[in-house]
């Protein structure tokens, strides 16, 4: 038996389509009905019929994952950078973003966001609610990529040379057009209404690799609108650490074991009084804390 290596590049159910060292893609699944494998995994595979099978799979430099209450989900592995999706319309949930981040953090991912459809009049809104998120250091850039795709994809490329970035984002916010606008030859599905077909909005379902280069040194992941962003790979105690604006301040606590919710003396408290930390941030920081701290099964 032959092993080859391979990168998984698309991945629906059991199924895993993986690309061969010669760049011809096999569909895949993976031994022993294991359900370790994700996008982005570097996998030891052999042939298997007209298909393959996974034998193994290589250890990873980066896993941004998502523990919810009753079940964990894998975006993608090997991962150099988060590319937060926002738009101006649907209206941005800053929690999804909040949490987006966190994890990131957590698995050591490089994050920044973009705010799409910046050529919608509700942009000036979701402008401020990102007003907290420039002020922290994430760095934010606004596109428009579907009615000014040459401006998108001349910013785009020196984010996106040399480096494998997952777009990630609700549903309906542009991650498939932006794929389609600087992947060369991508098809993405995008959410366009299909009267002719009368077949509903389109949505991505599963995450799909994109190479951007023919050296195959720079690809971009698109991947499903998510809804919930559970966080519970995440100890309470450990949270404020995640959080850029909030540890900032949380060295200066009385306590050094401070909550920040209601102890004396605390300098996050104290810096949000102050208007250095936004309270609509605190907010989140104590709904997020409350969360955590809920008995796990
Ligand atoms: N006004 C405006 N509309 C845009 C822009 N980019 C994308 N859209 C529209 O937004 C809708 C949704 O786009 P998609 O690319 O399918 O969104 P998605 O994030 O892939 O959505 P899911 O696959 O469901 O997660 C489509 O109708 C796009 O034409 C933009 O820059 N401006
Ligand atoms: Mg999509
Ligand atoms: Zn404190």
Same mark, same amino acid.
């Given at each position: 038996?032959e092993l080859n290596t391979g990168l998984v590049?698309?991945?629906?159910?059991?199924?895993f389509?993986v690309?061969a060292? =010669?760049?011809? #893609?096999v569909?895949c699944h993976r031994r022993?009905?294991?359900?370790?494998c994700?996008?982005?995994?570097?996998v030891q595979w052999c042939v298997a019929? =007209?298909g393959g099978v996974i034998e193994a799979v290589?250890?990873?430099?980066?896993?941004?994952?998502?523990?919810?209450?009753?079940?964990? $989900?894998?975006?993608?592995?090997?991962?150099?950078?988060?590319?937060?999706?926002?738009?101006?319309?649907?209206?941005?949930? +800053?929690?999804?973003?909040? #949490?987006?981040?966190?994890?990131?953090?957590?698995?050591?991912?490089?994050?920044?966001?973009?705010?799409?459809?910046?050529?919608?009049?509700?942009?000036?809104?979701?402008?401020?609610?990102?007003?907290?998120? %420039?002020?922290?250091?994430?760095?934010?850039?606004?596109?428009?990529? $579907? /009615?000014?795709?040459?401006?998108?994809?001349?910013?785009?490329?020196?984010?996106?040379?040399?480096?494998?970035?997952?777009?990630?984002?609700?549903?309906?916010?542009?991650?498939?057009?932006?794929?389609?606008?600087?992947?060369?030859?991508?098809?993405?599905?995008?959410?366009?209404?299909?009267?002719?077909?009368?077949?509903?909005? /389109?949505?991505?379902?599963?995450?799909?690799?994109?190479?951007?280069?023919?050296?195959? +040194?720079?690809?971009?992941?698109?991947?499903?609108?998510?809804? +919930?962003?559970?966080?519970?790979?995440?100890?309470?105690?450990?949270?404020?650490?995640?959080?850029? =604006?909030?540890?900032? /301040?949380?060295?200066?606590? #009385?306590?050094?074991? %401070?909550?920040?919710?209601?102890?004396?003396?605390?300098?996050?408290?104290?810096?949000?009084?102050?208007?250095?930390?936004? /309270?609509?941030?605190?907010?989140?920081?104590?709904?997020?804390?409350?969360?955590?701290?809920?008995?796990?099964?």
């Amino acid at each position: 038996m032959e092993l080859n290596t391979g990168l998984v590049v698309g991945a629906h159910g059991r199924h895993f389509i993986v690309e061969a060292a =010669d760049r011809q #893609r096999v569909s895949c699944h993976r031994r022993g009905k294991k359900v370790d494998c994700v996008v982005g995994d570097r996998v030891q595979w052999c042939v298997a019929g =007209d298909g393959g099978v996974i034998e193994a799979v290589l250890p990873r430099r980066s896993l941004l994952w998502r523990q919810d209450r009753w079940r964990s $989900k894998s975006f993608a592995a090997n991962i150099d950078r988060l590319l937060v999706i926002v738009a101006a319309s649907p209206p941005m949930a +800053e929690s999804l973003l909040a #949490r987006a981040l966190i994890a990131a953090a957590h698995a050591g991912i490089d994050a920044q966001v973009l705010l799409n459809k910046a050529d919608l009049p509700q942009a000036d809104d979701a402008r401020a609610l990102l007003e907290p998120y %420039c002020r922290m250091g994430v760095p934010v850039i606004e596109a428009s990529v $579907k /009615h000014d795709a040459a401006t998108a994809r001349a910013m785009l490329a020196p984010l996106l040379a040399g480096q494998v970035t997952l777009l990630l984002g609700a549903s309906g916010v542009g991650k498939s057009t932006l794929i389609n606008t600087i992947v060369p030859d991508a098809t993405a599905q995008v959410g366009e209404i299909s009267r002719a077909l009368n077949a509903g909005r /389109h949505t991505t379902t599963t995450t799909s690799w994109y190479w951007l280069d023919g050296t195959h +040194e720079a690809a971009v992941l698109d991947s499903p609108g998510f809804q +919930e962003f559970g966080l519970q790979q995440i100890e309470a105690a450990d949270l404020a650490r995640w959080l850029p =604006d909030v540890a900032a /301040h949380a060295a200066s606590c #009385r306590f050094v074991n %401070c909550t920040h919710r209601s102890e004396p003396d605390c300098a996050v408290r104290a810096a949000a009084e102050r208007g250095e930390v936004s /309270h609509s941030r605190l907010r989140l920081y104590e709904r997020l804390y409350e969360e955590l701290s809920q008995p796990r099964y």
